[in-house]
């Protein structure tokens, strides 16, 4: 690359960063102030649509009650918001590498810090949003916890921003839809609203990152940010429903989350919260080779 590209390159990405700190200044919620925590859960309001519920249109299903439906849907919720928390506790860690690597002075930097302080906002409005339902915050499983604290060491370049966005779009694609649903409860719509509006910067930010990356990138850094794009986003998918979560309503972990996996709804679900990610994937050359098995468990690629 040439050093007149390279300037170029530098000085479009000051451009959108500025760029990108304006609209953090100008569409800025604290959920704290925003949201009213202390407001009554009507009964009755689902959590999560039905047709969105990894069981939807199973036999189990079938045997469950309104009321257990209903359950089911509020523990599913909570287990993505708090898989959510955790892969944005991710960036964070990542974008502070990026800080200390780069020159404070820039707009680049700043947008950064101003992307990791959204992050603190979304992850205690997600942390209090299932406080305030009364559900546990379930996370990934344990021992996907302790495999994803190398994911800081080794994640650099487009793929780190790659596997994080596959978290940030799939929530992102789930929450446009549930913002407007009138059948769910209010609290939800506003968090999802607050976190698609405030998102959106860095899916712009991120998107931007993984295509510079990769079109500087040798053969090698490629097929490294390939591979390392699948596995993550493996996990990030793989823990969006914690099994335990079956278990809060009554039902069989093992024999539910087996049904859920096997379930042509759920699958069609997935692709859906995934569709967009997956294409631009696609378009930076971060989907093929050998990872194509675990985009496919994922169920994020079609089989």
Known sequence: MSRATQVAKLADREKTA??????????????????????????????????????????????????????????????IASTGIFFEVLLMQMLLKQVYQHDPTTDHVHYLLAEIADECRHSTMFGKACKRFGVPAYGPRPWVRQLAKVLPAIGR???????????????????????????????????????????????????????????????????YHRALTAVVS????????????YAAVGLDPKAAWKAAKANPHFQETMRYWGERIMKFLGEAGLVGGPGTVLWRRSMLLAK
């Open 18 to 79: 500025g760029r990108l700190l304006k609209s953090a200044a100008d569409k800025f919620y604290d959920p704290d102030i925003d949201i009213d925590w202390a407001a009554d859960i009507p009964s009755g309001l689902h959590f999560h649509p039905e047709h969105r519920i990894s069981l939807y249109g199973t036999e189990i299903w079938d045997r469950m009650t309104p009321e257990q439906r209903i359950e089911l849907g509020k523990h599913e919720i909570a287990s």
């Open 234 to 245: 493996y996990f990030v998918a793989y823990s969006l429903i914690n099994p335990r979560v």
């Open 157 to 223: 370049g487009p793929s780190a921003y790659a596997a994080i966005l596959v978290a940030e779009e799939v929530l992102d694609r789930m929450q446009r839809e549930n913002m407007v649903d009138p059948g769910l409860q209010p609290l939800i719509r506003m968090v999802n609203r607050i976190h698609v509006l405030e998102e959106s910067r860095h899916v712009t930010f991120a998107r931007q990152e993984v295509v510079h990356g990769m079109a500087k990138a040798g053969w090698v850094a490629r097929q």
